[in-house]
């Protein structure tokens, strides 16, 4: 029996086994770095900023997952499997975990309470991410 975090959710049906490509890492990357930059733009709305912050993580967040040769069709997921794709600390992709619940507040309910803080901490996960992974894309 394999001890692979990664693998068991795969077998559990959680993750799907997919060979990574690199148009596809390349492109997830930017679009991720991108988002991230104007995240930091303060002349921007907060719930504007937030959102390209969120989306910024996920999109560096399944980079991160699709280097190891999975996706998932789950975008919490992508979240939850930081601490075995970069070695995320727990508290951190919590933080990530929370942007995404009121993500899915604000696109299914037509909620959203964000403050500067979770935006603030949601851009340094992600930078810390983003730093991880290009580590990652360069090696």
Same mark, same amino acid.
């Given at each position: 029996?394999?001890?692979?975090? #990664?693998?068991? #959710?795969?077998?559990?049906? *959680? $993750?799907?086994?997919?060979?990574?490509?690199?148009?596809?890492?390349?492109? #997830?990357? !930017?679009?991720? *770095? @991108?988002?991230?930059?104007?995240?930091?733009?303060?002349? $921007?709305?907060?719930?504007?900023?937030?959102?390209?912050?969120?989306?910024?993580?996920?999109?560096?967040? !399944?980079?991160?997952?699709?280097? *190891?040769?999975?996706? %998932?069709?789950? @975008?919490?997921?992508?979240? *939850?499997? $930081?601490?075995?794709?970069?070695?995320?600390?727990?508290?951190?992709?919590?933080?990530?975990?929370?942007?995404?619940?009121?993500?899915? #507040?604000?696109?299914?309910?037509g909620h959203l309470?964000?403050?500067?803080?979770?935006?603030?901490?949601?851009? @340094?996960?992600?930078?810390?991410?983003?730093? %991880?992974?290009?580590?990652?894309?360069?090696?």
């Open positions: 029996m394999t001890s692979d975090p #990664l693998e068991n #959710l795969a077998r559990t049906g *959680q $993750l799907k086994p997919e060979p990574p490509a690199e148009a596809e890492l390349n492109g #997830l990357f !930017l679009s991720g *770095q @991108r988002r991230l930059a104007d995240a930091e733009q303060e002349t $921007l709305s907060l719930e504007s900023r937030f959102d390209l912050a969120y989306n910024a993580a996920h999109a560096l967040a !399944l980079t991160a997952l699709r280097l *190891q040769g999975y996706r %998932s069709e789950k @975008r919490y997921m992508v979240f *939850q499997c $930081l601490t075995h794709t970069v070695g995320l600390p727990d508290v951190q992709w919590r933080v990530l975990d929370q942007a995404h619940r009121k993500r899915n #507040l604000a696109e299914y309910e309470e964000v403050d500067e803080s979770l935006v603030a901490a949601i851009i @340094r996960v992600a930078r810390d991410v983003e730093a %991880s992974v290009r580590l990652r894309l360069e090696s």
